[in-house]
């Protein structure tokens, strides 16, 4: 696969050269955890890659849900896109301020909304900084765009859904989260949650399928995490995280690889933590 894929990963040279295309729209979907004291907006109203949107995936999300950022409505994505002047026929980038981390979750959202032109900036805001590219404060011109919608419902998996794949084991269930939360010998950063994984999931931590750079790993490398943790590729993949962001990482270097036989547990370790009924796994397995 090319290195700049404008449906999965392109690089800043890419987005450069691109910058100026009238049917390009670029979002700034940068978000922190709570206790990590930024404020992601504030930041993309400082300084943002020229006529970037800023794209907050707590607002644009289910405010109905007692979970983080769960996925919004149709009629609210579209509303919101349509705000931005976001539609159809439009090439999406989105990027982040860690490099490679939320904006894969913009990503996987759109796909689930039947929207494949879009691609994750690799290496993001960093790597765009770093080369000394240019970068503005003012907020873009923004024009109202029609956007049709057709969600793939394929593409995301619910407690039930995931419940009875850890029973059947039907599916590798990837866990994106850092071996010692996995493993359930640290603390999660929200109150209330159990330590551990769910029953038969692996572990595939987000940061080992990046370069220290954040940029992704290219395939060859991509395919050896993979193996290193014993997935067998030729199942469907159910990925998962602590709230449904970087386990969407694994979704898009799944698709860098071809397999695109994924979905995301979206209520992640958030919703499946928080209920005792549900079986929890320490330890390694």
């Given amino acids: 696969m090319p290195k700049s894929d404008p449906k999965t990963l392109v690089s800043t040279d890419w987005l450069a050269a691109h910058l100026k295309d009238p049917d390009l729209r670029i979002f700034d979907a940068s978000w922190y955890m709570p206790d990590d004291e930024r404020d992601a907006r504030a930041e993309y109203e400082a300084a943002h890659i020229p006529g970037a949107r800023y794209f907050d995936i707590d607002e644009i999300a289910d405010l109905r849900s007692e979970l983080p950022h769960t996925v919004p409505p149709v009629e609210k994505f579209i509303s919101r896109m349509r705000a931005m002047g976001v539609g159809d026929g439009h090439q999406v980038v989105v990027y982040d301020s860690a490099g490679l981390m939320s904006a894969a979750r913009v990503w996987w959202m759109f796909r689930l909304m039947g929207k494949t032109d879009i691609a994750v900036l690799d290496g993001g805001l960093p790597k765009w900084l770093a080369e000394g590219r240019e970068t503005e404060d003012m907020p873009p011109i923004l024009r109202d765009r029609h956007i049709t919608v057709q969600r793939q419902a394929q593409l995301i998996k619910d407690v039930t859904q995931v419940a009875a794949a850890s029973k059947l084991g039907d599916y590798e269930i990837l866990d994106a989260r850092s071996p010692g939360r996995f493993r359930g010998e640290e603390p999660e950063p929200r109150e209330g949650l159990r330590g551990g994984h769910i029953p038969g999931s692996k572990n595939v931590y987000y940061?080992?399928?990046?370069?220290?750079?954040?940029?992704?790993?290219?395939?060859?490398?991509?395919?050896?995490?993979?193996?290193?943790?014993?997935?067998?590729?030729?199942?469907?993949?159910?990925?998962?995280?602590?709230?449904?962001?970087?386990a969407c990482i694994i979704d898009l270097a799944l698709e860098r690889l071809g397999h695109h036989r994924h979905a995301v547990y979206d209520g992640s370790w958030s919703e499946w933590g928080m209920y005792d009924d549900l079986a929890v796994a320490t330890g390694e397995s």
Avoid at 238 to 244: A, E, K, N, R, V
């Fill in 207 to 246: 940061r080992d399928l990046l370069n220290d750079d954040g940029t992704m790993k290219p395939p060859e490398e991509l395919r050896a995490v993979f193996a290193a943790a014993e997935v067998d590729l030729k199942k469907p993949v159910i990925s998962t995280c602590g709230s449904g962001v970087t």
